[in-house]
């Protein structure tokens, strides 16, 4: 990091103005390590624009990004702080310069949403007096026992956000937290963005050409980062055995700056017959036109997520969505209603529920579509997910 990145330890980083009046707008402050993409990232500057929009002032902090553009031209401010970094040197002159921050800016609140930025956050409030929220966006792993305590910061707010019931009830099983610190607020889809009316054919024509999709060849489509506990091998193997008796792409959609893993997964669908039926075909900077092209979205994670956000937006387009039956997507799936479940892990399971979602008769998919869509629309809007954040916010403000 360079100096002109960080606050000074004696007089403060001279960008940073004091609030002078006391009678500004609340300021609340979210840290983060840094603002390159995710759903955590996404969550930040949507809540972000949700503070402005009820007359407070919205500042985060992170390392910087991609994203800080985007921050910025909502009217919210940005202060560049090393917060990706885990060094616990680095974590405690975080805290320090946080303090600063939030003292020079009267910040009223400060809401942190990964590990090592709330350490630097609690030490930061605790010294200052300031509330204090965090987001549980996952069920952290617990092993080794360093882990756990490394996690426990999480569990240290006045108020715990977590993205589903599943997480809160991971929180409240390993970290023996008060129910009553415990809010549960999904994770939110921004339902201008994923509307099936709002994408053009030439939008979806574009998409196609880029990727080269022969028309009239069915679609599965399995968006997400590239990883391995993405189920992507799992998946492969599910569609070998479905190629036996019927033509269709798979298409995996998102940054896979995993090569090996590419690799070996381009290896895997050769060796199992899906040699030209199988593509990465990496980062989208188009998702719901990229929806509109599958005529199955995927969710096949080997390990429960906490939400599993392109749930929700594939729905929001009313695509048929196959799921494995575990964590934040039982919340979002009514099976055979809303989407189809398989049993995590299981090839045949997921056959069977890839099966049924490419036989859908027109009218059958119709219907599902329109379950879909409505049961993203009652429970999983950005603006919910905005409004019972401002409530939390609230809710500490005024006590």
């Known amino acids: 990091m360079t100096d002109e990145l ?31 993409t995710g759903g955590v990232e996404r ?20 390392a910087g990004g991609p994203m800080v553009y985007e921050l910025q031209r909502s009217g919210a401010e940005h202060v560049v702080l090393p ?34 930025p ?18 549980f966006h996952a069920p952290y792993g617990l092993k080794p026992p360093i882990k756990r305590l490394y996690n426990q910061v999480m569990a240290r707010g006045d108020r715990i956000i977590c993205i589903s019931h599943f997480v809160a009830e991971h929180v409240q099983r390993h970290y023996r937290v008060d129910p009553g610190r415990l809010r549960v607020v999904p994770r939110g889809v921004d339902l201008e963005r994923f509307d099936p009316s709002r994408v053009s054919a030439e939008r979806v024509i574009r998409l196609a050409q880029r990727w080269r999709l022969p028309d009239g060849v069915p679609v599965i489509m399995l968006p997400g980062r590239l990883t391995r506990w993405k189920g992507a091998a799992l998946l492969i193997e599910a569609c070998a055995r479905l190629a036996r008796d019927r033509e269709f792409l798979l298409l995996a959609v998102g940054s896979d700056r995993n ?27 188009d998702m719901p036109a990229a929806f509109m092209l599958a005529d199955v979205v995927v969710s096949a994670s080997l390990e429960p997520e906490g939400f599993g956000r392109v749930i929700g937006e594939a729905q929001a387009m009313g695509r048929p969505v196959v799921a494995a039956a575990h964590g934040g997507a039982l919340e979002q799936i009514d099976d055979a209603e809303t989407g189809f479940l398989f049993n995590p892990g299981d090839v045949e399971s997921l056959v069977v ?8 008769p027109s009218e059958e998919r119709a219907a599902l579509a329109e379950r879909a869509v409505e049961h993203v629309r009652a429970n999983f809007s950005k603006a919910l997910m905005c409004r019972r954040t401002l409530e939390v916010y609230d809710e500490l403000l005024r006590a």
């Open 6 to 36: 960080e606050l000074a330890e004696a007089g403060g980083d001279p960008s940073i103005e004091p609030a002078s009046d006391k009678h500004l707008p609340p300021v609340v402050l979210q840290v983060l390590p840094a603002l390159v």
């Open 259 to 285: 090569r090996n893993l590419r690799q070996e997964l381009e290896a895997q669908a050769s060796k199992l017959g899906l040699g030209g039926r199988f593509a990465a075909v990496g980062d989208c900077d």
């Open 43 to 62: 969550g930040t500057v949507d809540m972000a624009q949700a503070v402005l929009e009820e007359g407070a002032i919205a500042l985060v902090a992170s």
């Open 83 to 116: 917060l990706d970094s885990k060094n616990p040197w680095r974590i405690l002159s975080n805290a320090r310069r946080l303090e600063e921050l939030i003292r020079l800016r009267n910040v009223a609140l400060v809401h942190a949403r990964s590990r090592a």
């Open 353 to 360: 529920s890839l099966r049924h979602a490419l036989d859908l």
């Open 118 to 135: 709330a350490w630097s956050a609690w030490l930061a409030t605790r010294r200052t007096g300031r509330p204090f929220v965090t987001t």
